[in-house]
């Protein structure tokens, strides 16, 4: 059994999280708008690039070969890395990664540290280890700082903010950073974040980045952001540590050329990130005078094992699938229960720490296939999560001995594939249905199906059965 730490406050239990959400109007409103314009500023970007699917079957095949070949990638990459005067680590699991960083920023004697936006970070609860050993963490990223000083998680992998609003924030900037007066306006929203960060840049002794790409040919780092508080922690600090997961890493320089239109495009609907800053460890002189990687594994052997589910380990973090889906527009980030929330969450986060502790993420779906459609590196988003389910079921038999082989639901599920896999079995299950509808019909749709069917009418009707069937008609014509 997979460790339950390995993501942040992981509690996904999405039936449970879910009505909730649904009933927060406020929360609906802002995830609508927010998906809608995001979805929008994608397709245009998309739309300009006649070679778009040709690019996304590139990144596939980039990611795919990497993994089949990532312990010499990453082999390549420490070296790369040595050779360029930074330190490598390696971290099995949470518990390693946070004592690693910990480690490094005591021996600074650091009281604070400054964070470039890192999931990966949020996936080990950096922030909380850092606390417990008395160093604060300083998210610069605006979205990011709005969380922390809200005491709240990300909803969102690339726009941590989304479910709140404008006059929400003002209202947060004015309790929590002591201005009295200030408007919902952009612009002194970002000021009034510039100003309480400025003093944290210029102070602070240690850095802490994630990466979005690390080039195994070369040993550079790279990370893309919108807003330039990024670069300053990645060149103002004396001592700069970041931290990814293994699959982070790509082959060569040259797959740049591939990932850096992908990711934009596909993330903030931009041709190209505001900031893109890649370098290779140490320079005298210039920038931090210390670098470490630690690189991370914390359960991505296990995925890599799984031949369906490795290819989630192609994502990219472009959070295009959050965008698209239907179920997650609808909830937000937050009722997943997990750093990784909407479709690539619902196969990550079971993958990460076992199906048994997140059971019902592989059913925050309706298997509608929106969410490959727009995936940059061609996930089969929609095949992990059937597998996943079948994990589910196969677990729960497993544990429930006889009763669980006895699970109403999958004894259905038998019946049905008897009943498909029989022409004359499907054919008198068509006459019985006829008969058994005649008190539930109202003027052609079935209003209300009763007992555990009701769920399917609760929120639509069905049209009755017909009379005759397309086959029983085709057979009568002469």
Known sequence: MKSQ?????????????????????????????ATQTIRAKRAAVVDELPDWEALREAGRAIKERTLRHLDTFLLQLEASVQAAGGYVHWARDADEANQII???????????????????????????????????????????????????????????????????????????????????EPHELAAVARAHLRKKFLSAPVAISGANFAVAETGSICVVESEGNGRMCLTLPPVLISIMGIEKVIPAWQDFEVFLQLLPRSSTGERMNPYTSIWQGVTPGDGPQEFHLVLLDNGRSDVLADEIGRQTLNCIRCSACLNICPVYERTGGHAYGSVYPGPIGAILTPLLVGVENAASLPYASSLCGACYDVCPVKINIPEVLIHLRGEVVRQKQDRGGLKGKLDPEGLAMKLLARTFGSRAAYERSQQLARLGQS?????????????????????????????QSFREWWEERP
């Open 102 to 184: 910990t480690r490094i920023a005591q021996s600074h004697n650091a009281r604070e540290v400054i964070k470039v936006k890192s999931l990966t970070s949020d996936e080990i609860r950096l922030n909380t280890a850092l606390e417990a050993a008395g160093i604060a963490a300083v998210e610069t990223d605006l979205a990011e700082l709005i969380i922390q000083l809200a005491h709240e998680h990300s909803s969102h992998i690339l726009v941590p903010a989304i479910h709140k609003n404008r006059a929400e924030i003002r209202e947060l900037f004015m309790r929590t950073l002591g201005v009295e007066e200030l408007s919902d």
């Open 439 to 467: 008190p539930l019909t109202h003027d052609g749709y079935i209003e209300s199906l009763p007992g555990p069917l009701a769920g399917w009418t609760a929120m639509r009707d069905l049209e009755e059965i017909p009379a």
């Open 5 to 33: 730490s390995v993501l942040i406050e992981l509690q996904p239990v999405f039936e449970k999280n879910a009505p909730a959400a649904l009933a927060n109007t406020q929360l609906r409103r802002n995830m609508g708008k």
